[in-house]
């Protein structure tokens, strides 16, 4: 496989084992085609924690995906902790997922999700739910395998 990547999992519940991590599960079986799992993890919503778990990632792999955290409760602090570690926002990527979530759904508005880059590392927060994971996912992933090549400094031309 070309690629590498990082799947975290930000769920109180999951990581006591209280509810099996479905949209993990939806992210591996959509990049298996053209990439390898190479870090896993299921962690709760502590800031710090997830700080330190995509930090850890992104010596590992070429793109690190987040589900969870993203929305308004409290203890939804998944975008909090990436932005405190990017280097810079990809804010297409995040613009996209919500768009096209809102024709399907209008709470897709309300997720706070961001994209960005550390290193060589393209870090995405993608939504909690197994069928949100998906759909946005659905909407960038062709993209994933270019922005990577740029990252890794890929000089051919973007245009086509």
Request: hydrophobic residues 35%.
């Amino acid at each position: 496989m070309k690629y590498k990547v990082a799947i975290i999992t930000v769920s109180d519940k999951g990581s006591k084992g209280e509810r099996e991590d479905l949209s993990g599960k939806v992210i591996e079986e959509m990049v298996s085609s053209w990439a390898q799992v190479v870090f896993y993890q299921i962690i709760p919503d502590e800031k710090d924690l997830i700080k330190q778990t995509i930090l850890e990632a992104t010596t590992k792999a070429d793109l690190i995906l987040t589900n969870g955290g993203t929305g308004l409760h409290p203890r939804d602090v998944t975008p909090d902790a990436t932005s405190e570690i990017i280097e810079k926002e990809v804010h297409g990527i995040t613009e996209a997922m919500r768009w096209e979530g809102y024709k399907k759904t209008k709470t897709a508005i309300l997720s706070r999700a961001i994209a960005g880059i550390r290193g060589k590392s393209l870090i995405i927060n993608l939504p909690g739910s197994p069928t949100a994971v998906r759909e946005s996912l659905e909407v960038i992933i062709d993209a994933l395998p270019h922005a990577i090549d740029k990252l890794k400094g890929d000089p051919s031309e973007c245009g086509r």
